[in-house]
């Protein structure tokens, strides 16, 4: 198991192991943006990154008197496609409420959020981690509405001179997904964030951007005696951008509530912010300063009722998830559990291979190259298969060379590299080029022939037993057919010349 | 020009008719209010130049082809202040929307518009809505036209006392616990809220989401049937606003009340209510009786616990209604440097005493360890009254009882909040439930309008109406004019 406290509190640099064997308790609480085109309760746009401030903005998300809000239907839609794909059970009747508090961010001075009868409830996710199963329970999926956002003149809002407020993100829909205190180390926190994310993203609700907050997370962190079930004081996360800096700060907090039981101190119920660049938590607001959000029915809006054929419609639209898919794909197209787990880690990505194996590409072909050289080229130009200059019609064309045996791997690695960016057709290529795989055989050998009486020492090595010998001998013929030699018909014709 | 017509139909038909112009009528309602808003303070705003673009087109409109000019084409109308109309300064009768124009109409307000209506002006009203006096309005009270000492009821005072003083003939208003029946009752004119729902709500500057409802004040019944049928129906623009079509209530406006069967709830004839006023409503249920309806008593035994369950309900959800009102975006900023400071400062200096107070408890009612003893158990006993009606409205086809428990009283009168608060005792239940309720006149106590209050099964708003013009055609109090505002202004 990773994460285990000893390493926690190593990585703080705190006083050692502990005297008191602790298990820490973690809940994640993620907000999630929708990728609808319009806002939860008006038209307005729902993208705002690119805007200029306070251009995607009207009287209702501005908060103006007089005006109300309208539920857009589609956040409800992808609420509801989330909630199914977590496991959750989705009541018959749901309702918004108000929370109020006062902040310049939220015009109307009350956000509508989900109070006890939220969308859905009840749900699980499930992954694999270090060879085990882990199960998270999620409590609820609902939806609400984004906040506008501050720009300080200063780093924060208390020592800033003034502020400045940007309402685009106003009433753009957020799903909030509440999971329960099952996590018990900063790995499977982050596992189970990766997971939920790559879900999200999946099922095209979310663009899992933890930079720019469209996909948030906090962190509920508590430890106690491992073995007891009672919960310890829980301390609430916030502030972390990264998977990495949620990983850290729950490694942290955990490590930090160990140092302060172990040196006789107390914990308290507070939130406490991730500092990136100190590497540490602190404090920024005890209980006893916990807002009294007088959470009430939302009146402007009537009450929701899904329906069972609403929610069995979108059930049927619900796409194949990754871990199902990667185990069809294993089942049926026989590739291995590394290559499945890769290839559908996005659902573009798993769209692509079958759509490259359906078009005649051998699945474990299509799965080697897929998962090694075309992710490596689509890495390092942030740039994937179907949106590079070769496109998939391009890989099609040049994996048919290489099943056709017309080129070998090592001329298609190097043309797959030229023309990943640049584009163009291989066969042609290969054509106009003479790239074409020298498999005569006696072509090759004199070319073996000569490589054999050019290469005394290891042609001496190899026959006193040492297989590996035999490589600058192919290398030999390779580089003398400048790559194009058919690699297994050299390595034949050389172990018949010399066991012969 | 001084054979104008005064009713709502009759200018539609002077129009159409060319007796007179829309540019003409605009003229003779700016008169009236020239001569007589010094004493009343009905208006708080005029719309100018924009009415007279509009009274103009209007013109041209009726000019070409007055059969197919809109159904108000040319009418001068008012509307309460807490109503959006694009560009208008809009206040709700505070300090804190002093200056504020928004960039949009309230729907119920484009559907005049649309209809031809022509804007005069935005009238006076208590503060968000608040109150049932029109003494809470930050730009001075409504006096009534009838006697100029007293008030003409709220909180759509000023829409009343426009329409008596015949400034306008007709008038939009909002009711979230009687606030166009209990002015209309108070200024003697007709005031109609329809079922909640009925008429849409944006644009109209919230006071109590779950009880807000805009609706017409006119001179006659057929007049506020007219008013209603032009501003209802489904609005896309609010998610409460009924898909349910809208019963035409001028067609069966004269069918009478033969054969129907009237509730008379005996809550609401009990202590308080005023000897006069019980008087003129118990002469109007015999008049009903004489045109052929049935009376019977009924009882609604939680009347008593309508009004404290309307006080929890309505400040709460004001609470968080107007905490848009910050300082931050529109209307007024009391800047003080930090941001707490100018939240506290902006609505210490915005908000009247009054508004205050329903935010303090409605902040009370919705406060964690508070919330299931005040705001849960009032939802509950809301429940229980919309079930009582339903349960009467099983045996009646419709409630008829007093407006308000008094007449006008004198400005003033009651310094003490809950004293107040009483005389919304017969028109909240009706928010409550969200049923059609009417108030016409039914006679005069002590030289003062009385009205009587007509209140029908949801969506049955035209046979609340239809009710209130068969006692009406059947009576003269709609006909009498306030002498004291002309006495004044003379
Ligand atoms: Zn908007």
Redesign the pocket.
């Known amino acids: 198991m990773t994460g285990t406290l000893r390493d926690a509190s190593a990585a703080q640099g705190g006083s050692g192991e502990s005297a008191v064997d602790h298990e820490a308790v973690i809940g994640l609480e993620v907000h999630a943006q929708l990728l609808t085109r319009s806002?939860m309760f008006?038209?307005?746009p729902a993208t705002y990154v690119e805007a200029e401030p306070n251009d995607?903005?009207?009287?209702?998300?501005?908060g103006m008197p007089g005006t109300l809000p309208v539920i857009n239907r589609r956040a409800v839609e992808y609420t509801v496609r989330t909630a199914l794909a977590l496991n959750c059970v989705i009541p018959d009747f749901t309702k918004f409420d108000r929370k109020n508090y006062f902040y310049p961010d939220l015009p109307k001075g009350y956000q509508i959020s989900k109070y006890d009868l939220p969308l859905s409830v009840d749900g699980h996710l499930e992954f694999d981690l270090d060879g085990r199963r882990v199960r998270c329970g999620i409590t609820r999926v609902h939806l609400e509405e984004d906040t506008g956002t501050l720009h300080h003149a200063g780093d924060v809002l208390q020592s800033a001179t003034s502020s400045l407020v940007d309402y685009n993100r106003s009433?753009v829909p957020l799903m909030e997904i509440v999971g329960e205190p099952d996590l018990r180390s900063a790995a499977e926190a982050k596992e189970y964030l990766e997971r939920l994310r790559q879900i999200l993203m999946y099922i095209g609700v979310n663009d899992g951007n933890l930079e720019q907050g469209s996909f948030r997370c906090d962190a509920n962190v508590s430890i106690r005696p491992r073995g007891t079930e009672t919960l310890g004081v829980k301390v609430e996360i916030k502030n972390m951008n990264s998977f990495r800096a949620v990983q850290r700060a729950v490694e942290y907090e955990i490590a930090r509530q160990i140092a302060v039981l172990d040196g006789g101190g107390s914990l308290h119920q507070e939130t406490r912010g991730w500092v990136e660049a100190r590497g540490a938590t602190i404090s920024q607001r005890s209980k006893e300063q916990a807002h009294d959000y007088r959470y009430f029915p939302e009146p402007d809006l009537a009450p929701l009722v899904l329906g069972a054929e609403f929610v069995e419609e979108v059930r049927r639209a619900l796409p194949e998830l990754p871990e199902a898919r990667a185990a069809r794909l294993i089942e049926q197209h026989g590739i291995t559990e590394g290559e499945a787990v890769l290839l559908t880690a996005t659902r573009e990505q798993a769209d692509s291979y079958e759509r490259i194996v359906g078009r005649g590409v051998s699945a474990g072909v299509a799965a080697r190259w897929l998962g090694n050289d075309v992710l490596r080229l689509a890495n390092a130009d942030h740039l994937p298969l179907w949106e590079s200059g070769l496109g998939e019609d391009g890989l099609v064309a040049l994996l048919g060379l290489v099943e056709a045996g017309t080129v070998n791997s090592t001329t298609a690695k190097a043309l797959l590299e030229e023309l990943y960016l640049a584009g163009g057709d291989p066969v042609a290529i290969v054509r106009d080029r003479g790239l074409g795989q020298v498999s005569d055989t006696d072509a090759l050998g004199a070319l073996v022939d000569a490589a054999i009486t050019a290469n005394p020492k290891a042609v001496a090595d190899f026959q006193a037993g040492k297989e590996t010998a035999l490589q600058p001998v192919v290398g030999h013929v390779m580089k003398a057919t400048r790559g194009r030699a058919d690699a297994r018909l050299v390595n034949r014709l050389l172990r018949e010349r010399l066991s012969g | 020009m001084s054979a104008a017509p005064e009713t709502l139909a009759g200018c539609v038909a002077a129009l159409r008719a060319g007796t007179v112009s829309a540019a003409e009528l605009l003229e003779r309602s700016r008169a009236r209010i020239a001569a007589l808003d010094p004493q009343v303070n009905a208006f708080l705003g005029r719309t100018g130049e924009l009415a007279d673009r509009a009274a103009a087109a209007a013109d041209r409109l009726l000019a070409e082809d007055p059969a197919s000019a809109p159904p108000l084409c040319g009418v001068p109308v008012a509307l309460k202040d807490v109503l959006c109309l694009e560009g208008a300064e809009t206040t709700a009768g505070s300090r804190i929307l002093g200056g504020f124009r928004p960039p949009y109409t309230a729907t119920a307000v484009q559907r005049l518009l649309d209809a031809g209506a022509v804007v005069v002006g935005k009238t006076n009203c208590d503060e968000f809505a608040m109150g049932s006096s029109n003494e809470n309005s930050a730009y001075g009270p409504v006096r009534n036209p009838w006697d100029l000492g007293r008030v003409p009821g709220g909180s759509s005072g000023g829409s009343a006392a426009a329409v008596a003083a015949r400034m306008v003939p007709l008038s939009l208003g909002t009711d979230t616990g009687g606030s166009i029946r209990q002015p209309a009752a108070l200024c003697g004119v007709v005031g109609f809220k329809p079922t909640y729902g009925r008429v849409s709500r944006y644009g109209l500057i919230a006071f109590a989401s779950s009880l807000d409802q805009v609706g017409p004040l006119a001179l006659t019944v057929e007049d506020a049937a007219l008013g209603y049928l032009l501003i209802a129906g489904h609005d896309p623009a609010d998610g409460t606003s009924s898909r349910s079509a809208v019963e035409d209530p001028l067609t069966g406006l004269g069918e009478g009340v033969e054969g129907l069967r009237l509730g008379v709830p005996r809550e609401y004839f009990g202590v308080g209510l005023d000897p006069g006023v019980r008087a003129a409503v118990e002469r109007a249920l015999e008049v009903l009786r004489g045109l052929g309806a049935t009376l019977e008593e009924v009882s609604l035994p939680s009347t008593d616990a309508a009004l404290s369950t309307y006080y929890i309900i309505a400040p709460a959800e004001a609470s968080s209604n107007l905490a848009r009102y910050d300082g931050i975006r529109f209307g007024l900023r009391e800047d003080r440097g930090s941001l707490l400071q100018t939240y506290l400062s902006t609505r210490d200096a915005g908000f009247g005493p009054e508004v205050k107070r329903r935010i303090m408890l409605g902040t009370y009612a919705l406060s964690s360890g508070y919330y299931d003893a005040y705001y849960r158990k009032a939802q509950k006993v809301r429940t229980l009254i919309s079930e009582e009606f339903s349960h009467v409205f099983e045996r009646v086809d419709a409630i008829v009882c007093p407006t308000s428990p008094v007449t006008a009283f004198p400005l003033g009168t009651h310094s003490d909040p809950l004293s107040m608060y009483l005389l919304d005792v017969l028109t909240v239940p009706v928010n409550l439930a969200g049923l059609p309720g009417v108030s016409v006149p039914c006679g005069m106590v002590g030289g003062l309008p009385a009205g009587l209050q007509v209140v029908a099964p949801r969506f049955m708003d035209a046979r609340a109406l239809r009710i209130a013009h068969a006692y009406e055609q059947a009576t003269e109090w709609h006909t009498l004019q306030p002498g004291g505002v002309e006495a004044a202004a003379t």
Do not use: I
């Open positions: 806002k008006c038209g307005c995607n903005t009207c009287p209702v998300c501005l009433g």
